[in-house]
């Protein structure tokens, strides 16, 4: 029987299949092997007890790819959420998000929530920013449940990360899209009896046999890892069709004279939130301590 892990906690993997959320435990040989299976792959399973739903990994399939945050495997995309309001969108925490996903090869789409309480100026601001530099931007309501059919068609027969920090919304639009969520929680944890101890693992919620979404904990903060501060402007790339004007070669965009993105951000072709994201964290790459 095959299925795709959808949690592991505390040695124990939870698969869904068609027959049901079989409870397995991986086999000695991948321990042997140091493979750990991930949230998001797929395995070949065999049933120990069909009445419990109980069963072992024997097999875990090719991966089409592995991510090492969240720890996941066979994601085909990311869906990043934020406010419009309420709180106030973190720009720069933003940013780094989308350079995260971005580092991980993973298209992502945007997802603004509160649109019912954000006035048209605020959101154009955002349109603006992020959609001009190539990103998929949608306004959606979670507690009005508007937008919500939009997601679902970017979602459809893929798996998908959902990531955003604390506060925005993001459990409201999840359990939105997938109301049994709570329950397959409250089904593992039945099981485990380990319920309230469970929120800081990454799990995926089926939406349907082929289409899953991945719950992250809530982020506050995001280290750009080992990049090299040269490398920072490849995710900016809104900046790629002004950097010919530059006059000299691998222009920073900061301080030298004569910069094509400086003067298309002054011309308003650049949106500044995103060039004033850049330069600070092009800072702090340049000022990190090396060890």
Do not use: W
């Amino acid at each position: 029987m095959q299925g795709k892990i959808i949690k592991g906690i505390a040695g124990f993997y939870y698969v869904h299949t068609t027959a049901g959320l079989v409870e397995c435990k991986a086999k000695g040989i991948f321990r042997k092997d140091k493979i750990k299976p991930l949230v998001g792959d797929n395995v070949e399973i065999e049933l120990i007890d069909k009445e419990s739903l109980l069963g072992n990994i024997i097999e875990i399939l090719p991966r089409k790819n592995a991510l090492i945050r969240p720890a996941s495997a066979n994601i085909d995309q990311a869906l990043v959420i934020f406010a419009i309001v309420k709180p106030d969108p973190n720009y720069n925490l933003l940013d780094r998000f989308l350079i995260t996903m971005e580092q991980q090869k993973l298209p992502c789409v945007i997802c603004f929530n509160k649109k019912d309480i954000a006035t048209e100026e605020e959101k154009n601001e955002l349109t603006a920013a992020y959609s001009g530099c190539g990103y998929e931007v949608l306004f959606v309501s979670g507690t009005q449940k508007d937008g919500i059919e939009e997601i679902k068609v970017r979602l459809k027969g893929k798996t998908t990360v959902v990531a955003g920090p604390s506060g925005v919304g993001k459990s409201t639009i999840i359990n939105t899209l997938c109301p049994q969520a709570r329950m397959e929680t409250g089904e593992i944890s039945h099981k485990i009896e380990r319920g309230r101890h469970t929120t800081r693992h990454a799990e995926l919620f089926a939406l349907s046999n082929d289409t899953f979404i991945m719950d992250t904990p809530g982020f506050t903060s995001l280290s750009l890892g080992e990049m090299e501060k040269e490398e920072l402007q490849s995710f900016y790339p809104e900046f790629a069709e002004y950097e010919e004007e530059c006059k000299f070669g691998g222009c920073a965009h900061i301080s030298e004279p004569v910069c094509g993105v400086k003067e298309a951000l002054a011309a308003g072709k650049i949106s500044r939130v995103r060039y004033e994201n850049y330069v600070l964290l092009y800072e702090e790459l340049k000022n990190r301590k090396k060890y």
